[in-house]
């Protein structure tokens, strides 16, 4: 609970509705009792951190000038959702965002009726501001529809492509442009160098608006004014981009002047039509050490707000995300022909030392998947050998161009999926638990689950190698410790790999899921196979397994539906082979924010879970000895 000594504003503030009881003059005081207490929330819980300490003043503002829920507010992504969450009847259980039965990471349409839209991936906002803002007016609803959109996510073909259908249809929305420079990493592209001017040109703006001021509108001098308004803007800054796209652009104006802010919005909430307002912030703002490492604090774990976050001592086994890094400096200096290429995402995929060894062949194209891809593709047909390092669950963004673009073509191009299956705290919308599914259908692919940390090296090597495309796809975090070789050692495609002899049943083990199957495979007498590829399988195994075992067990950390198990059924099939298949794996739902341990265990794929469903269903199979934990 709050403690209303050292909030007392705050603590009288349990929704929106609340704040607009305050007089203006009492604004300031909110926003500083708003970000203590996100500070000292985020410092107990961990989560995402530096872009919301960048909203306070903007989420104050809104909420006190708008009238939610009422007037739609939807935020982009959602990294700066909680002053928002706070504010709207969520206060008191913000210390439980991430965890299991806790707040939602990102917003979310069943947590309340102020989170207009579910989000989680970027670049949505003005798309779905624009659908709310044209069924309002169609159905002469005066309501205000409001969308919050960072730079970094601006860089995506979404959004201008909502920006072009908004200044068609003219509707009454406000676009606000929360412009800090930064999107996990630095923010990159023209578009970033375009708000660079944009800032630059404050002064001009302060000319312009003070100069509307003093002349009555739609006379000779305001028209007069208008068209020089044009002229100057094309000569000294970029802002007509916006306005080519129909909408009227203000600013920039500063993020965190909440005098200022308020007096725009409220003009702003006045006007029709399609408005864009350009703010300022600083990520990480009224916290030092947030306002310094940026990219550091965008989320962090618990941590003393007096100390900082203290950088954790290295640890004796390397993620998977470091053991992909190390692989790629250690291939390019190999092959002159590799290219790399992240979608904004250089420190989560392990880029870091790639970009910096290898600057002319590093490439971040920004909040742009599509465009990762098709850039790969293009790549590849004259020569190079490009290896698009993405997450699982952002390569769904581009899925059309991984069939048309590479995999039609038959094109040169490796994935290298990072976070594939269950990412745990940051819940359904970052969850790899698709891939598997939606990779194996597409003609022409490789996919590959490695087992362990030397696996996955030899597999990033295997699939480099091939001709065509191919997809490696490994968890969040860290192996079972094996011994990783330095050399380039390539696997031979579509050949499974027999980790234990037993009787009965077979277990077919994929990527992640091996480890926990061992312990269970010694329990059960079964064998276990490590099957490393999902596409081509080893069906030549599979039926000189058939003819020994009596029945087959798939694991698998991706959804049942269409996944890996899916593909051993089919090839069973395909050979005229009946025998008894039992499959694990993700079920039909989306899986909510919990740890990764929790989420496995909640489907049943802990070591624990793995053993007592196949004793369920083979009960005469299985040794009879008592059920135990295998972990």
């Known amino acids: 609970m ?41 410092a107990t819980s961990g989560g995402h951190f530096g872009a919301n300490l960048g909203v306070i003043e903007l989420t104050v503002a809104l909420h006190w000038l708008y009238d939610t829920p009422v007037d739609r507010l939807v935020w982009d992504v959602g990294h700066q959702g909680y002053p928002h969450k706070i504010l709207t009847g969520r206060r008191d259980r913000i210390t439980t965002v991430k965890k299991k039965d806790g707040v939602a990471p990102f917003p979310r349409r069943d947590e309340s009726e102020y989170d207009t839209f579910g989000v989680g991936h970027s670049s949505t906002s003005i798309s779905a501001a624009l659908g709310m803002a044209i069924a309002a007016q169609r159905k002469g609803d005066a309501r205000k529809v409001v969308a919050v959109i960072g730079d970094g996510a601006m860089t ?34 023209a578009l970033t160098k375009m708000l660079a001017r944009l800032m630059a040109s404050h002064t001009l703006n302060n000319i312009r608006e003070r100069g509307k001021q003093m002349m009555k509108r739609g006379g000779f001098l305001w028209r007069f004014a208008k068209r020089w308004e044009e002229h100057a803007k094309g000569m000294f800054v970029p802002s007509t981009l916006f306005e080519e796209f129909g909408f009227h652009y203000t600013g920039p104006i500063d993020g965190h002047d909440l005098p200022q802010l308020v007096s725009t919005l409220r003009t702003l909430r006045g006007l029709k039509g399609p408005q864009l307002l350009h703010v300022i912030t600083t990520k990480g703002k009224g916290y030092a050490p947030a306002e310094r490492e940026q990219i550091e604090y965008h989320a962090v774990g618990p941590f003393d707000p007096q100390a900082g ?13 470091e053991i992909f890094g190390d692989w790629l400096c250690d291939m390019a200096a190999a092959d002159e022909r590799l ?46 050998k490009p290896v698009v390092a993405i997450y699982s669950t952002f390569l769904q963004r581009a899925y059309d161009q991984l069939i048309h673009d590479v995999a039609l073509q038959d094109l040169d191009v490796l994935f290298a999926i990072d976070r594939a299956g269950l990412v745990g705290p940051d819940g359904a919308t970052h969850a790899g638990s698709f891939d598997l599914s939606y990779l194996r259908c597409i003609p022409n692919m490789v996919v590959m689950a490695p087992a362990d ?61 091996v480890a926990p199957c061992a312990k269970v495979a010694d329990a059960l007498d079964a064998t276990l196979v490590n099957m490393r590829f999902v596409k081509p ?34 090839a069973l099939a395909a050979h005229g082979i009946a025998l008894p ?34 004793r369920r269903r083979f009960p005469d199979l299985a040794l009879a000895l008592p059920l135990r934990s295998a972990g």
Do not use: W
Request: aromatic share 6%; net charge negative.
């Open 339 to 384: 290219y790399g290429i992240t979608p904004a995402m250089r420190e989560g995929s392990g880029l870091v030392r790639f970009s910096k060894e290898f600057p002319q062949r590093y490439f971040d194209v920004g909040i742009a998947e599509q465009h990762a891809v098709t850039l790969a593709a293009g790549m590849a047909c004259e020569g190079a």
């Open 156 to 189: 995506a073909g979404m959004a201008f492509e909502a920006l072009n259908h908004g200044g068609d249809v003219e509707p009454d929305l406000l676009v606000i442009l929360n412009d800090n420079q930064m999107s996990i990493s630095e923010n990159v592209g």
């Open 537 to 570: 399988l080893d069906e030549a195994l599979l039926v000189e397994l058939a003819r020994s075992h009596a029945a087959f067990v798939t694991i698998e950390d991706n959804a049942i539906m269409g996944g890996a198990g899916s593909a051993v059924a089919e």
């Open 581 to 614: 298949v039992l499959h694990l794996g993700l079920s039909d739902r989306f899986l909510e924010h919990a740890s990764r341990e929790e989420l496995l265990a909640s489907d049943g794929l802990d070591a624990a879970g793995i053993e007592a469903s196949i």
């Open 453 to 513: 940390e030397d696996e996955c090296r030899r597999m990033l090597t295997t699939g480099f190698l091939h001709r065509g495309p191919a997809a490696v796809r490994y968890p969040r975090g860290t192996g079972t410790g094996v011994a990783i070789s330095k050399e380039l050692l390539p696997l031979p495609v579509g050949k499974a790999d027999v980790r234990r002899h037993g009787r009965g049943i077979a277990m077919l083990a994929f990527g992640a899921m």
């Open 309 to 321: 976050v203290v950088k954790k001592g290295g640890t004796s086994k390397p993620t998977y995300t």
């Open 2 to 42: 709050i403690d209303p000594q050292r909030y007392p504003r705050l603590a009288r503030i349990d929704t929106p509705a609340d704040l607009r009881t305050f007089p203006e003059s009492e604004l300031g005081e909110v926003a500083r009792e708003l970000r203590a207490y996100l500070i000292e929330s985020v």
